[in-house]
């Protein structure tokens, strides 16, 4: 029990100095402004609607808006594909993903710098979450951002989003970097 606590302990430390942590010298509250400055830039040039349809129905296609999915302005999804109606996830259902991210940090001029993911590499593992179960380190690690598509659309929906920091990669979050993601969702084959 001892030894648990001073675990628990050692890790709020070092996720503190994570936290407080500089990059380039700069404080925690100034890489939030450049996290913000980031996502600015790229939404500058893309049409953004800032709330959700009301009956869900969401325009799709390369050139669809990008909606605000929170208040606060951390996670902003373009439908690509709508997937099939009546495909809904359920709580804790299993669920494979396909992804390219691409850093936000390094958008200039209309063009994104090279995606990395799991999108074109097939050597790489599968990557899995279980839906709404926070739990399971599977599902925490790749940050709660890239599942709230799946509260508004079906499970095989194609989407763009962009994510904050706090809500992407659990393992990243002290970097405080915005990425977009193009994201494809699956269901095992059985």
Known sequence: MKLKKIVNIAAVVTLLMQLTACDNGKSYAELLESEDHYVNNYLADQMVINEIPADSVFISGKDAPYYRLDEEGDIYMQVIDPGTPDNKVKNDELLYFRYTRYPLRYYEDGELMYGGGNENDMSTSNAYFRYNNY?????????SGIQRPLAFLPVDCTVNLIVKSQYG???EMAEVQ???FNLRYFRPKI
């Open 135 to 143: 739990s399971l380190t599977s599902s925490t690690k790749w940050g």
């Open 169 to 171: 990669f659990t393992a």
């Open 178 to 180: 915005p990425y977009l």
